[in-house]
């Protein structure tokens, strides 16, 4: 190691650092275990320092120096993304933003933030004016809002108002560059598209525009099913239903319910559950609806209640997998983007051919504009060709893989380079510092 760390601290003068190697270690890691394949890959990347700016100007002065000596440089939110996304390949400095986490203004419709603001923090606070983020993941409660743009995609709320690079759906951001003189530039409008969802490999973001929604009084409900396929065509008809204010439609078949310790006396032993969050005004449409598709209502928390206690939030998006996997670590997942299709042809097929092996989990959502339902399924894992066998199956009926088992940012999205993202690294990062390993466009060009 020829990084004199000691030197680097000197020089950072009054900026907060961590170097006692175990919470290094820990500030180092994510939730890529998810992944039986990322686990060897990752567990034992660990960055050389932790450093905890508190403003944009400390951002700048850590810029500077990891140019000067050309150390790589990693930022981190709260560290919830799922395929290590904020883990240091290359070891260097890990630049925790979570002390950057002021609301600088809001208005209506409008809020603008530092990055390390946690999602439900800032949720509350807009709530103080009426409205409410569009959008968050299940993970809201620790999450930083620079790390969702960085790193997330969409979550409760894309029902009606899309996925975070659906257009309007990030209104501006800051960001500190990695030139020879590192500097603050500014991206409005498409412009943001250059760092969003680019996992801090082009830029260190230290402001954000998000747009809001107005404030519902939402309910939280659980509806059974015996029939899976009534289940998900429940959830298609629901998200279809435009008049029925909703911010969450989650379809799990059974055996998912099962690992849902909180609701083990709730939900019926081997039904389907869809989880809700409805507008309580919506409430008389919905239970036609239920009726309709056989379903029954068995749990149900009104406004009043949704703000203490449990959330049925949390047993959705990617916290399904979270409590499989806490029943059986040997379960991992895939996330599916499935075609729109009323019939729901694609997942009766894949339903009827995997049986028990992947097992169905849908989060519908909206997406350029369409109706989709996104598969988070669980999955029986045997080895990495199966794996792969199984996301084959998929992508040769039409359906887009969202690749949770790799590290690189392409093979994981849309499996080609974007070049825009790209082009704006080799203009902010020519040295290739920031998050080193993640970007193929940028690793294939040496
Ligand atoms: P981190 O994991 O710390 O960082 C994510 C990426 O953003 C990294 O590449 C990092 O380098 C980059 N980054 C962070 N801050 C900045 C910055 N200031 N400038 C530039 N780059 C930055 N995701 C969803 O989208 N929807 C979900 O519903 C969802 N559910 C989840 C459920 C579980 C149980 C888990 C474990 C994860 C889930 N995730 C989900 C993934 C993740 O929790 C979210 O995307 C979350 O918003 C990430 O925020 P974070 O602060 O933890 O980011």
């Not at 009043?304 to 996997?325: C, D, P, S, Y």
């Not at 590290?407 to 998050?435: A, H, R, S, T, W």
Request: net charge negative; hydrophobic share 40%; glycine share 8%.
């Amino acid at each position: 190691d020829k990084q004199n760390w000691d030197e680097f601290c000197a020089l950072l003068g009054e900026i907060e650092t961590i170097s006692d190697r175990t919470q290094v270690a820990k500030l180092s890691q994510d939730y890529y275990h998810f992944s039986p394949i990322l686990q060897p890959l990752l567990q034992d990347k660990t960055g050389d320092i932790v450093v905890l700016p508190r403003s944009e100007s400390e951002v700048l002065k850590v810029a500077k120096l990891c140019v000067d000596s050309e150390i790589p440089l990693t930022v981190r939110g709260a560290g919830t993304g799922n395929y290590g996304q904020c883990v240091p390949l290359k070891g260097g400095v890990i630049l925790d933003m979570s002390k950057m986490n002021n609301i600088v203004w809001m208005k209506p419709g409008l809020a603008c933030v530092e990055p390390g603001v946690k999602l439900a923090a800032l949720d509350k606070k807009t709530r103080e004016i009426g409205w409410e983020m569009r959008m968050f993941p299940s993970t809201y409660r620790t999450a930083t809002i620079g790390g969702f743009i960085g790193g997330g995609s969409g979550g409760i709320g894309s029902i009606t108002y899309g996925q975070l690079r659906d257009n309007g759906n990030l209104h501006a951001v800051r960001v500190v560059t990695l030139e020879a003189e590192p500097r603050i530039i500014e991206l409005r409008g498409d412009a943001v598209q250059n760092i969003n969802h680019a996992y801090g490999t082009n830029g260190i973001i230290t402001q954000l525009e998000i747009p809001l929604a107005p404030v519902y009084p939402w309910t939280e409900l659980i509806v059974t099913f015996k029939e899976f396929m009534n289940a998900a065509k429940f959830g298609q008809a629901l998200s279809q239903s435009d008049g029925i204010i909703k911010k969450l439609v989650s379809i799990c078949a059974a055996p998912i319910p099962s690992y849902f310790i909180p609701f083990r006396d709730i939900i019926p032993s081997g039904e389907q559950a869809a989880l809700l969050m409805v507008a309580e005004t919506s409430l008389e449409p919905l239970q036609e609806l239920i009726k309709n598709f056989q379903g029954k209502i068995c749990y149900q928390k009104s406004t009043q209640e949704t703000v203490k206690g449990t959330t049925i939030i949390e047993f959705t998006w990617n916290h399904t997998t979270l409590h499989a996997r806490s029943i059986d670590p040997s379960l991992t997942y895939l996330q599916t983007l499935f075609p729109a299709d009323p019939e729901l042809k694609l997942i009766q097929e894949c339903y009827d051919y995997f049986g028990d092996e992947v097992i169905q989990h849908l989060e519908f959502l909206r997406t350029g504009g369409n109706l989709h339902p996104a598969g988070l399924q669980i999955v029986r894992f045997t080895n990495e060709a199966r794996l792969n066998e199984i996301i084959q199956y998929h992508e040769d009926r039409g359906a887009i893989i969202f690749n949770p088992h790799t590290y690189i940012l392409e093979d994981g999205g849309m499996k080609k380079v974007d070049l825009q993202q790209l082009n704006f690294k080799q203009k902010y990062d020519p040295l290739g510092l920031l998050n080193p390993g993640k970007m193929r466009g940028w690793v294939d060009n040496g």
